[in-house]
């Protein structure tokens, strides 16, 4: 009865830890912030966490748009405003307060922008260009595949952004830069990292 006693007891245990590690692995699933994509991906309408304004999209029809679209909707008058029609793909989501949002545009098979809007004035602040302006060392990988991408928010008012691609003319180097851009343009460098492209595997 003891080697019984003891042989179950461990299987009760992984029972019971099973479970738990499913749980804890749906809960952080879902602690990550919702995002909308275009053309592809989630095109659900997403509000803003303080459920006062909504972004969605709006498909490409023939005759009717130039290409897809990113709108955004007040909640309270139910008026909606155009925000950005796409040359490529897309995707924007929520600063944690609502206040902000950021979208990044894939316009280009070698380019991609970033933005942050203010809610309310839809002000746009071009994050690419304050890096530029903050760094003078990436400038030197602007005429290449270049791509500023807003990673996530760091709080309210700060993201942090990856700037990376690869350079096209002979010897070929990839790059990869990080930075935390303020909502008033403030930039600080994360890290760097420039290295010879590897042939048997590509910069990302």
């Not at 130039?66 to 909707?73: C, F, N, P, T, Y």
């Not at 793909?89 to 203010?118: K, L, T």
Request: net charge negative; glycine share 8%.
């Amino acid at each position: 009865m003891r080697c019984l006693t003891a042989f179950v007891l461990p299987l009760c245990l992984s029972a019971i830890a099973v479970p738990g590690a499913l749980v804890t692995a749906f809960v952080q699933e879902n602690s990550r912030p919702a995002e909308l994509t275009l053309p592809y991906g989630r095109v659900q309408p997403l509000p803003s966490p303080d459920g006062a304004h909504t972004l969605y999209g709006v498909e490409f029809q023939d005759g009717k748009n130039a290409g897809s679209q990113l709108w955004i909707r007040d909640n309270s008058t139910g008026g909606s405003r155009l925000l950005l029609t796409l040359g490529g793909s897309m995707q924007a989501f929520w600063s944690p307060d609502g206040n902000a949002f950021s979208v990044n545009d894939h316009w280009a098979s070698d380019r991609e922008s970033a933005y942050i809007y203010d809610t309310e004035t839809l002000k746009r602040q071009n994050v690419g260009e304050d890096i530029l302006a903050a760094d003078p060392e990436s400038r030197h990988f602007t005429n290449a595949h270049a791509y500023f991408h807003v990673e996530r928010w760091d709080g309210p008012a700060q993201v942090i952004v990856q700037f990376h691609g690869h350079t096209d003319e002979a010897p070929v180097r990839c790059f990869e830069f990080r930075y935390r851009v303020s909502r008033t343009g403030v930039v600080e460098k994360l890290s760097e990292r420039v290295h010879p492209l590897d042939k048997n595997r590509s910069c990302n």
